[in-house]
């Protein structure tokens, strides 16, 4: 069975003929690194152009990166969202950083055999990272309250975007009560809005501006 980023093209027409190569690449080059490195649940694998590349995808239907930002992928693990991200804006620059060195190695890998000129993995936690950022992006790593003090203070004051800087944050489920404990100013959109998919139904955007 050939798996192809056919979903993927459904959501983003506007994609050059290399990105679609891109996107099709990602399932045999994780497949093969999976294999050796577990970054992906083995039952997802199959279904990774909609529970990983899509999914980091969401925050592209909310906000349009622009040429010469630098964004900050914080728990990145096999590269989401920052990949998927990555592949779609190739004129911004990523930083994608995760604690776990062997999970940095994929990423590592993978964009090397895409040719993302536009990212950087590193084996960092977010807390030793020293440069500021317009955005900061994440996929469900801990809890907002613990997160945040792990990001705060490393933005760009002035904003390129039509948004202000901040944080884009992928999370599912009832949000309500982990966002009051955070006590920050998140605004919630739901991803089910974008894709018809039923994984998305419970799934969020939260945007925490800087």
């Known amino acids: 069975m050939e798996i192809k ?35 992906i649940s083995r039952k997802d694998i199959d279904e ?21 930002e630098k964004v900050l992928d914080v728990g990145t ?15 911004t620059q990523f ?6 060195g062997k999970k940095i190695k994929v990423v590592t890998e993978v964009a090397t055999a895409l040719g993302l000129q536009n990212l ?3 084996h960092l936690r977010a807390e030793q990272v020293t440069d500021k950022y317009d955005f900061v992006v994440s996929r469900a790593v801990t ?9 705060k203070g490393k933005f760009n004051k002035d904003s390129k975007n039509a948004i202000p800087n901040g944080i884009l944050y992928l999370k599912g489920g009832d949000l309500a009560e982990e966002i009051a404990e955070s006590r920050l100013k998140a605004e919630l959109y739901p991803l089910s809005a974008y894709f018809n998919e039923e994984f998305f139904d419970t799934k969020y955007v939260v945007y925490i501006p800087q």
């Open 120 to 122: 950087k993995a590193s």
């Open 143 to 151: 809890r907002l309250i613990d997160f945040y003090p792990w990001v």
């Open 77 to 91: 693990g096999g590269g989401f969202p920052g990949v998927p991200l990555a592949i779609l804006f190739p004129e």
């Open 48 to 68: 990774l152009y909609e529970r990983h590349i899509l999914h980091s995808l969401g925050i592209a239907k909310f906000c349009t990166f622009k040429p010469g």
């Open 5 to 39: 980023s056919t979903l993927i093209q459904k959501y983003f027409k506007e994609l050059t003929d290399k990105q679609i190569a891109q996107f099709d690449q990602l399932y045999d080059l994780y497949s093969f690194w999976n294999a050796q490195i577990n970054v």
């Open 95 to 100: 930083h994608l950083v995760d604690s776990i």
